[in-house]
């Protein structure tokens, strides 16, 4: 399974992008779909998740409010949207594609698949 992300680039504080994950196979109407990123020096973090069963969808504390995840599963693509966006959410974002229990959804660990990751730049 390849994961591809798109949709990152410089915004203007405030401004809405929104990203996308792109799957080679049909995958994420089976598996839990997750956006992680990770700004320079700092460690990955956990952003949004969508399971495949039922839809259920978890947001990162930072984020929570602002970004809605997203999926379409004709077009087997998970998205992010991202409002009220702010200099510190400035990162690589990374897709990924797995089977985390709940206890793990935030943690990156049993995710399969990772995307090469997209770039999100917020200037103030």
């Known amino acids: 399974v390849q994961l591809q992300a798109s949709g990152g680039g410089s915004v203007q504080d405030g401004g809405s992008p929104t990203l996308s994950c792109a799957a080679s196979?049909?995958?994420?109407?089976?598996?839990?779909g997750g956006w992680f990123r990770q700004a320079p020096g700092k460690e990955r973090e956990f952003v949004a998740a969508?399971?495949?069963?039922?839809?259920?969808?978890y947001y990162g504390a930072s984020v929570k409010g602002r970004f809605t995840i997203s999926r379409n599963g004709a077009k087997n693509t998970v998205s992010l949207q991202m409002n009220s966006l702010k200099p510190e959410d400035t990162a690589v974002y990374y897709c990924?594609?797995?089977?985390?229990?709940?206890?793990?959804?935030?943690?990156?660990?049993?995710?399969?698949?990772w995307g090469q990751g997209t770039q999100v730049t917020v200037s103030s």
């Open positions: 990924a594609e797995g089977r985390p229990i709940l206890s793990q959804i935030w943690s990156g660990a049993d995710y399969n698949y």
């Open positions: 196979e049909r995958t994420f109407s089976s598996y839990t």
């Open positions: 969508i399971r495949a069963s039922g839809g259920m969808t």
